[in-house]
């Protein structure tokens, strides 16, 4: 692998813990150095634990430094889950044996075996999910602790499933264990990237197109459910964006768009900038795997190649993560992809379901209209 | 809270790695590049940390770190080669030196990073020992960091004019050592340290490392005295004691007593006379303690449980002014790190004023 400048996404590792970690009965412990529980700790904003393994462990094994956190850990009623990090992945140790009379999740994930998604989806697999025909409803999907629109997704998610008579089923991975091995046999999507596999797929949440498809296949599967209050809803939000998309356009030019994220976020920010803006998306730079758009993607990784494609492309708007933003200053600027910082965000935002898609055009045309004025003759 | 010691005997703390406590130095150095050996992870969490605390700090230069991106191909055969290509990437980019980074899996696996970088790549290329939990905490890192660019400070001299013109008998300065770069008040601090070393005539003649160029750190020799930031960089100091020969300070001023200490020290070392600068000191101190007079009795209780340190300068405060301590007292801020010199100790009284009579 070629060498990275400035490394935008984070290791397996922590893909793990933002998996494991949004299971309110599970107690996760990092198996490896301080800086490897620290990243994760600060980012998912959860509690977590670490072994903070050193030089001795390393050398005569670290059979007891595990035994010691497991001992402070019993007494609590979570299931604990230790994932392994890059050193101890290699040493070889049997930590299955070791902790042969502990009924721990144990996920080897190390940093070097791929990004966050490998490790999310590797955590995933360990804790095995099962399809239970008697589970009644759609199970939440993509609900993952590092998409920092993860809360504001499963809520406006929860919503529309309320607002449609249709119970929540398991949320992949927001729940209690027993729901994983207790799946209803159905699903919708919140964000691509993050998708557990579970059940049989409905479709995505992301823009109204998919909303409505994922409740026409609602309606198709569950005789009890009533999507039509969710259709209307979504018919009105969806004039009231288009209204308010036309008259920016009465008075300006459709913006120029680099977009960076996930390829799944980055797919609907293009889609609905097009569709409702006539936006010209310049470029789209993926976190992750590219996938099949109609808008090319190209997987950048280091933030040189963010810099290259903004100086290259020169968009008026950028969408991005706060890495992007910190090189593009003196353009507009949506937030899309973690991390978010400088701005205080206390209530959960979406960008799934009817809010997500209200809230994501707010944003974009209210940067439009702030650039627009800043770039008024003064007087 | 970066500075703490990795503890056994806990599983769930704050604290950063050896190799967070390097990068918080070699990044300063700002026409460098830092090259972390190792997977995009280890280098993806420092980033997105330092960014994150930079913005905090109001501080929009972003850190220039590359990493070797090694995989489990590299785990399994070894990752020289992988540093050897990068560090031929890199140096073609420009940068004045080069500082290379080790992480956990690399000690690990065995990767000899020393004959990697001894091959000439036309700019300096300096190794430092980080590998996380081998090399140990934060304050390791940051310490190793120091020691290793101090131990080549003759690489990044560029004429014999500059050495000269630096030479410690033609320098009255001092050298400020070790920073807290990671601090949110580390500008604030060491205008307070230039404020009592101004009353001396005493000037900086270098910050190492803060917003450093690679042409400035071979002044790093030619103080006449080392300041360091703390007590934990003794280590440092000593290096640069036998290396140099320079006498250092241990830590900036704390307290208000600690404040007036420290212009004794500077001015002894410096074999002048501090007696005036230590009474304009003092006159300062006390003028400004006449203005906290209105919380002069009030009870108090700290929000954290004093450490040594706090101990120390929090005592005295509450000795000047008065206060008392007791549990149904005002809940008042007390900093892990002291304040630092007479201001700082202000600005922690007007927090302390804010939480008495709010």
């Given at each position: 692998?070629?060498?990275?400048?400035?490394?935008?996404?984070?290791?397996?590792?922590?893909?793990?813990?933002?998996?494991?970690?949004?299971?309110?009965?599970?107690?996760?412990?990092?198996?490896?150095?301080?800086?490897?529980?620290?990243?994760?700790?600060?980012?998912?904003?959860?509690?977590?634990?670490?072994?903070?393994?050193?030089?001795?462990?390393?050398?005569?094994?670290?059979?007891?430094?595990?035994?010691?956190?497991?001992?402070?850990?019993?007494?609590?009623?979570?299931?604990?889950?230790?994932?392994?990090?890059?050193?101890?992945?290699?040493?070889?140790?049997?930590?299955?044996?070791?902790?042969?009379?502990?009924?721990?999740?144990?996920?080897?994930?190390?940093?070097?075996?791929?990004?966050?998604?490998?490790?999310?989806?590797?955590?995933?697999?360990?804790?095995?999910?099962?399809?239970?025909?008697?589970?009644?409803?759609?199970?939440?999907?993509?609900?993952?602790?590092?998409?920092?629109?993860?809360?504001?997704?499963?809520?406006?998610?929860?919503?529309?499933?309320?607002?449609?008579?249709?119970?929540?089923?398991?949320?992949?991975?927001?729940?209690?264990?027993?729901?994983?091995?207790?799946?209803?046999?159905?699903?919708?999507?919140?964000?691509?990237?993050?998708?557990?596999?579970?059940?049989?797929?409905?479709?995505?949440?992301?823009?109204?197109?998919?909303?409505?498809?994922?409740?026409?296949?609602?309606?198709?599967?569950?005789?009890?459910?009533?999507?039509?209050?969710?259709?209307?809803?979504?018919?009105?939000?969806?004039?009231?964006?288009?209204?308010?998309?036309?008259?920016?356009?009465?008075?300006?030019?459709?913006?120029?768009?680099?977009?960076?994220?996930?390829?799944?976020?980055?797919?609907?920010?293009?889609?609905?900038?097009?569709?409702?803006?006539?936006?010209?998306?310049?470029?789209?730079?993926?976190?992750?795997?590219?996938?099949?758009?109609?808008?090319?993607?190209?997987?950048?990784?280091?933030?040189?190649?963010?810099?290259?494609?903004?100086?290259?492309?020169?968009?008026?708007?950028?969408?991005?993560?706060?890495?992007?933003?910190?090189?593009?200053?003196?353009?507009?600027?949506?937030?899309?992809?973690?991390?978010?910082?400088?701005?205080?965000?206390?209530?959960?935002?979406?960008?799934?379901?009817?809010?997500?898609?209200?809230?994501?055009?707010?944003?974009?045309?209210?940067?439009?209209?702030?650039?627009?004025?800043?770039?008024?003759?003064?007087? | 809270?970066?500075?703490?010691?990795?503890?056994?005997?806990?599983?769930?703390?704050?604290?950063?790695?050896?190799?967070?406590?390097?990068?918080?130095?070699?990044?300063?150095?700002?026409?460098?590049?830092?090259?972390?050996?190792?997977?995009?992870?280890?280098?993806?969490?420092?980033?997105?940390?330092?960014?994150?605390?930079?913005?905090?700090?109001?501080?929009?230069?972003?850190?220039?770190?590359?990493?070797?991106?090694?995989?489990?191909?590299?785990?399994?055969?070894?990752?020289?080669?992988?540093?050897?290509?990068?560090?031929?990437?890199?140096?073609?980019?420009?940068?004045?030196?080069?500082?290379?980074?080790?992480?956990?899996?690399?000690?690990?696996?065995?990767?000899?990073?020393?004959?990697?970088?001894?091959?000439?790549?036309?700019?300096?290329?300096?190794?430092?020992?980080?590998?996380?939990?081998?090399?140990?905490?934060?304050?390791?890192?940051?310490?190793?960091?120091?020691?290793?660019?101090?131990?080549?400070?003759?690489?990044?001299?560029?004429?014999?004019?500059e050495?000269?013109a630096f030479c410690p008998e033609n320098c009255n300065g001092v050298n400020i050592i070790?920073e807290?770069?990671?601090?949110?008040?580390?500008e604030?601090?060491y205008a307070e340290v230039t404020r009592l070393l101004d009353g001396l005539s005493i000037p900086v003649n270098s910050r190492f490392?803060r917003n450093s160029?690679?042409?400035d750190?071979f002044r790093i020799g030619t103080a006449r005295l080392n300041i360091?930031?703390?007590?934990?960089?003794?280590?440092?100091?000593?290096?640069?004691?036998?290396?140099?020969?320079t006498p250092y300070i241990?830590?900036y001023?704390?307290?208000?007593?600690?404040?007036?200490?420290f212009i004794?020290n500077v001015a002894?070392a410096f074999g002048i006379?501090g007696?005036?600068a230590?009474?304009?000191?003092?006159?300062?101190?006390?003028?400004?303690?006449?203005?906290?007079?209105?919380?002069?009795?009030?009870?108090?209780?700290?929000?954290?449980?004093?450490?040594?340190?706090?101990?120390?300068?929090?005592?005295?405060?509450?000795?000047?002014?008065?206060?008392?301590?007791?549990?149904?007292?005002?809940?008042?801020?007390?900093?892990?790190?002291?304040?630092?010199?007479?201001?700082?100790?202000?600005?922690?009284?007007?927090?302390?004023?804010?939480?008495?009579?709010?």
């Amino acid at each position: 692998m070629a060498e990275c400048n400035n490394p935008l996404w984070p290791c397996a590792m922590t893909g793990a813990a933002s998996c494991l970690a949004g299971f309110e009965d599970i107690t996760v412990v990092i198996h490896g150095s301080s800086g490897c529980y620290y990243y994760p700790t600060t980012l998912l904003h959860t509690p977590l634990r670490g072994t903070f393994i050193m030089e001795n462990e390393v050398i005569f094994g670290s059979d007891e430094r595990i035994r010691e956190v497991m001992d402070g850990l019993a007494g609590a009623k979570n299931r604990v889950a230790i994932i392994t990090t890059c050193v101890p992945a290699i040493l070889g140790e049997d930590i299955q044996s070791m902790l042969a009379s502990h009924d721990v999740i144990l996920v080897d994930s190390p940093g070097f075996s791929g990004d966050v998604e490998i490790g999310y989806k590797k955590a995933l697999e360990i804790l095995a999910p099962e399809v239970n025909p008697e589970t009644p409803g759609v199970n939440i999907d993509g609900v993952c602790l590092f998409d920092p629109f993860s809360r504001g997704n499963l809520l406006e998610v929860r919503r529309l499933l309320q607002l449609a008579s249709v119970p929540v089923g398991t949320v992949f991975c927001a729940d209690k264990l027993g729901g994983v091995k207790n799946a209803g046999a159905y699903t919708l999507g919140t964000n691509g990237n993050f998708a557990s596999g579970v059940g049989e797929s409905l479709g995505g949440m992301l823009g109204f197109g998919a909303i409505a498809e994922t409740f026409a296949a609602i309606d198709r599967r569950f005789d009890e459910a009533d999507v039509e209050p969710v259709l209307k809803e979504a018919g009105f939000e969806e004039e009231r964006v288009v209204r308010a998309c036309d008259k920016f356009l009465m008075k300006a030019d459709p913006p120029t768009v680099a977009i960076f994220g996930g390829s799944s976020y980055a797919a609907f920010a293009a889609g609905t900038l097009r569709r409702y803006l006539d936006a010209e998306i310049l470029c789209i730079g993926c976190r992750n795997e590219p996938a099949e758009t109609s808008i090319p993607m190209k997987q950048v990784t280091g933030l040189n190649e963010v810099k290259d494609l903004i100086r290259l492309h020169d968009p008026d708007l950028v969408l991005g993560s706060s890495f992007e933003h910190s090189v593009a200053r003196n353009r507009g600027f949506v937030a899309l992809t973690p991390p978010i910082r400088e701005n205080v965000r206390l209530a959960p935002r979406a960008i799934a379901g009817i809010a997500g898609t209200l809230f994501f055009v707010e944003d974009v045309l209210n940067e439009c209209m702030d650039a627009k004025k800043k770039n008024a003759p003064k007087d | 809270m970066m500075t703490l010691r990795p503890s056994l005997s806990n599983s769930c703390r704050q604290g950063g790695c050896t190799l967070t406590g390097a990068l918080s130095a070699t990044t300063h150095v700002r026409d460098a590049v830092t090259v972390v050996h190792g997977p995009k992870g280890c280098t993806h969490h420092n980033f997105s940390l330092f960014h994150a605390t930079n913005l905090d700090n109001d501080e929009l230069i972003l850190p220039d770190m590359f990493s070797t991106g090694l995989t489990d191909t590299e785990i399994i055969f070894g990752g020289e080669e992988t540093l050897r290509q990068t560090l031929d990437s890199v140096t073609r980019g420009g940068s004045a030196a080069v500082f290379v980074l080790s992480t956990c899996i690399v000690d690990t696996i065995g990767d000899d990073i020393h004959a990697v970088c001894d091959r000439d790549y036309g700019v300096p290329v300096i190794p430092i020992p980080t590998a996380g939990f081998l090399g140990g905490s934060f304050q390791d890192g940051l310490n190793n960091a120091l020691c290793a660019i101090a131990d080549k400070a003759g690489l990044f001299s560029r004429t014999e004019k500059e050495v000269v013109a630096f030479c410690p008998e033609n320098c009255n300065g001092v050298n400020i050592i070790g920073e807290k770069n990671l601090e949110f008040e580390v500008e604030e601090n060491y205008a307070e340290v230039t404020r009592l070393l101004d009353g001396l005539s005493i000037p900086v003649n270098s910050r190492f490392i803060r917003n450093s160029a690679v042409k400035d750190l071979f002044r790093i020799g030619t103080a006449r005295l080392n300041i360091l930031r703390d007590e934990e960089l003794r280590p440092v100091g000593e290096f640069l004691k036998k290396k140099f020969g320079t006498p250092y300070i241990v830590s900036y001023p704390s307290g208000l007593e600690g404040t007036i200490q420290f212009i004794r020290n500077v001015a002894d070392a410096f074999g002048i006379a501090g007696g005036h600068a230590v009474a304009r000191e003092q006159e300062m101190q006390e003028e400004m303690l006449a203005g906290f007079s209105d919380i002069s009795g009030a009870e108090i209780l700290f929000e954290t449980t004093p450490t040594r340190e706090s101990r120390l300068y929090s005592d005295e405060i509450i000795l000047h002014l008065g206060l008392r301590l007791g549990n149904r007292g005002c809940r008042v801020p007390l900093p892990f790190s002291p304040p630092v010199g007479s201001t700082g100790v202000r600005r922690l009284l007007h927090r302390w004023r804010c939480a008495i009579h709010g």
